[in-house]
């Protein structure tokens, strides 16, 4: 069993930047994937960005450029940072992870508005 606790969402400009980080109850090493979705309102959950245990990246085409995942093993972390943020960014976004077992964040709201 993993819980998954996300921070780091709030309300940002557009252009501006925000990092999200997702922190795991227990020791990541066996986690085989772990990755950041959003759902925003009226929308199917979508992938935003995923890393594999050996470091792989995998981006959206809308995170791709403005967005990168990390993931840091002695902190047992995932962190999302997002930069030039657009009114089209606005979702609540959602920690991922699978052993293969799949576990899920609680979610963060990010909202970008002027």
């Known amino acids: 069993q993993v819980q998954l606790v996300e921070s780091g969402g709030g309300l940002v400009q557009p252009g501006g930047s925000l990092r999200l980080s997702c922190v795991a109850s227990?020791?990541?090493?066996?986690?085989?994937?772990m990755a950041w979705y959003r759902q925003a309102p009226g929308k199917q959950r979508e992938l935003v960005a995923s890393?594999?245990?050996?470091?792989?990246?995998n981006y959206a085409d809308s995170a791709k450029g403005r967005f990168t995942i990390s993931r840091d093993y002695a902190k047992k972390t995932v962190s999302l940072q997002m930069n030039n943020l657009q009114p089209e960014d606005t979702a609540v976004y959602y920690c991922?992870?699978?052993?293969?077992?799949?576990?899920w964040g609680q979610g963060t709201q990010v909202t970008v508005s002027s």
């Open positions: 991922y992870a699978t052993t293969p077992f799949t576990y």
């Open positions: 227990r020791s990541t090493t066996n986690i085989v994937i």
């Open positions: 890393i594999g245990s050996g470091g792989r990246t």
